[in-house]
T-cell receptor, first 112, second 114 residues
Framework: SQQGEEDPQALSIQEGENATMNCSYK?????LQWYRQNSGRGLVHLIL?????REKHSGRLRVTLDTSKKSSSLLITASRAADTASYFC????????????FGEGTQLTVNP | DTAVSQTPKYLVTQMGNDKSIKCEQNLGHDTMYWYKQDSKKFLKIMFS???????INETVPNRFSPKSPDKAHLNLHINSLELGDSAVYFC?????????????FGPGTRLTVL
């Protein structure tokens, strides 16, 4: 069964607005990562949050993790048209070795 | 310099054919992966190699055979291609085998089976 589920599946906002994407997972994890995929390209790592962390920032990105609810959120502030992409969460577990399990992704469209 | 490269970028072929996709990374990583992304963008791991040794083999048909001649290369050979094999295949690499490591992805190979 799929580990991660993201919502919304698609999000359309105006430039300058904030975008929030959510990810839920089913089993215990060691860390959760967010990746971005531009159309026709490979995935690019954005940020990693460990299971003992609750919040992490990187530039305009803010990630939260709630292990009791098995959920994470990715907030992009002051969005730009260049942020248009698909965003995926991926969970890692120490016992799974290098395996990452990806969610279904959220397609974000930022309109100029 | 390209970190993780794949060839070819596009591959169009007939059912029943055999084809290969090549992947190379110049990051000095020791773990490499193959993922399949379907038309709904769902990304699923297929294989993982660490220092040329297979460490993850998800229930993939044995028509798919990965080969790692050295830790910088991981190739994927597919025999007797089927329509359902049409997808985008991504190669990735990471340092070590811990699930806490960031993975670096190649640009993908779009395989279309007619």
């Amino acid at each position: 069964s799929q580990q991660g589920e993201e919502d919304p599946q698609a999000l359309s906002i105006q430039e300058g607005e904030n975008a929030t994407m959510n990810c839920s997972y089913k089993t215990s994890i060691n860390n959760l990562q967010w990746y971005r995929q531009n159309s026709g390209r490979g995935l690019v790592h954005l940020i990693l949050i460990r299971s003992n962390e609750r919040e992490k920032h990187s530039g305009r990105l803010r990630v939260t993790l709630d292990t009791s609810k098995k959920s994470s959120s990715l907030l992009i502030t002051a969005s730009r048209a260049a942020d248009t992409a698909s965003y995926f969460c991926a969970t890692g577990r120490e016992t799974s070795g290098s395996r990452l399990t990806f969610g279904e992704g959220t397609q974000l469209t930022v309109n100029p | 310099d390209t970190a993780v490269s794949q060839t070819p970028k596009y591959l169009v072929t007939q059912m029943g054919n055999d084809k290969s996709i090549k992947c190379e990374q110049n990051l000095g990583h020791d773990t490499m992966y193959w993922y399949k992304q379907d038309s709904k963008k769902f990304l699923k791991i297929m294989f993982s190699y660490n220092n040329k040794e297979l460490i993850i083999n998800e229930t993939v048909p044995n028509r798919f055979s990965p080969k790692s001649p050295d830790k910088a290369h991981l190739n994927l050979h597919i025999n007797s291609l089927e329509l359902g094999d049409s997808a985008v295949y991504f190669c990735a690499s990471s340092l070590g085998t811990s699930g806490t490591n960031e993975q670096f992805f190649g640009p993908g190979t779009r395989l279309t089976v007619l």
